[in-house]
């Protein structure tokens, strides 16, 4: 598919008359292709940490798991493949473990409890969980939220609220790649 853009582009700073504390504490993108989503998951995946949780909301066919393929390449994952949506966990390895959880086939908080995430939550890997919002009230209170919008059919917003100290630093790392990522990586 053709990008309309070469870059991803920043439209919009939370409260852009309030002060620099609360600038800084959530961020809004606009995908205008599959390749410019990926490639901001590619930002993602390579300043993760072990440890890392970024939880997905969004409904089907927002770009979750679009964005998470950028992820595991951000993280050296050379053999990701989009998997059937029967999957429930999936382990991939390359520079650190990505564990890719999908809440979607979950229909209650006591099946998320039964997965026993618990190893993959406080692991040494980076956690990607879709549908995260079927899990929410178990899942660990500091990460980074990205929620995606659909807006039309190439159109995506990416809104990213950070939870703690870590995923706002996340959250000033990728602002400042967001200004400065012009064609660096060719998806
Ligand atoms: N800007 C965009 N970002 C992500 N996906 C997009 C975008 N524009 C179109 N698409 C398409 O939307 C679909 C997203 O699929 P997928 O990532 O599997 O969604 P989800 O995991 O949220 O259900 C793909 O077919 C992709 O090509
Ligand atoms: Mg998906």
Redesign the pocket.
């Known amino acids: 598919m053709a990008e309309k853009e070469s870059r991803l582009i920043l439209v919009k700073q939370d409260g852009s008359t309030l002060p620099e504390m609360k600038l800084s504490q959530s961020l809004e993108l606009i995908?205008?292709?599959?390749e410019?989503?990926q490639r901001l998951g590619i930002h993602i995946g390579e300043l993760a940490l072990a440890g890392d949780i970024f939880l997905l909301v969004?409904g089907?066919?927002?770009?979750?798991?679009?964005l998470t393929q950028g992820i595991a390449w951000g993280l050296n994952i050379k053999e990701y493949t989009l998997s059937p949506s029967f999957v429930i966990i999936r382990e991939l390895y390359g520079r650190l473990p990505l564990y890719h959880i999908d809440l979607y086939r979950l229909d209650h908080i006591e099946e998320v409890i039964e997965l026993g995430l618990d190893n993959y939550l406080y692991g040494n890997g980076v956690c990607v969980v879709?549908w995260a919002e079927k899990g929410l009230s178990v899942l660990p209170t500091e990460h980074l939220l990205i929620q995606i919008s659909f807006l039309d059919?190439?159109?995506?917003s990416f809104h990213l609220k950070p939870s703690g100290k870590r995923y706002l630093e996340i959250l000033a790392q990728l602002k400042h790649l967001s200004f400065n990522s012009q064609e660096r990586v060719n998806c």
């Open positions: 995908s205008h292709s599959p410019q989503t969004g089907l066919g927002t770009g979750k798991t679009c879709e059919d190439t159109e995506r």
